[in-house]
């Protein structure tokens, strides 16, 4: 089972982008998805964990008030709204599924699929 991420792209400081997880090979809707972000030189860290349902969401500090978790089961995706990015949001971006909530530290998990590259520099 793998997710595919997209939306990354290069954007100013204070600038948004919005990350679409999705599958075409199993329903989402059973699932919490938890976003993971690798900056360069640095280990895989949480970002935001999103239960099965959408109606608890947990955030890293770091992101909170700025990034916004959101998922439509009715279209298999699971998105990741962020605003007034930092250029220390700079980063490959991952999704991955979960049979649980919360999510599970970046170790946990091992089907990761090829993540979507944020780049936020002036």
């Known amino acids: 089972l793998q997710l595919v991420e997209s939306g990354g792209g290069s954007v100013q400081p204070g600038g948004s982008l919005r990350l679409s997880c999705a599958t075409s090979?199993?329903?989402?809707?059973?699932?919490?998805v938890g976003w993971f972000r690798q900056a360069p030189g640095k280990e895989r860290e949480g970002v935001a964990c999103?239960?099965?349902?959408?109606?608890?969401?947990d955030y890293e500090d770091s992101v909170k008030g700025r990034f916004t978790v959101s998922r439509d089961n009715a279209k298999n995706t699971v998105y990741l709204q962020m605003n007034s990015l930092k250029p220390e949001d700079t980063a490959v971006y991952y999704c991955?599924?979960?049979?649980?909530?919360?999510?599970?530290?970046?170790?946990?998990?091992?089907?990761w699929g090829r993540g979507t590259h944020v780049t936020v520099s002036s």
């Open positions: 090979e199993f329903s989402l809707s059973r699932y919490a």
């Open positions: 991955i599924e979960d049979l649980f909530f919360p999510c599970s530290p970046p170790d946990y998990y091992h089907n």
């Open positions: 999103i239960n099965d349902k959408g109606e608890i969401i």
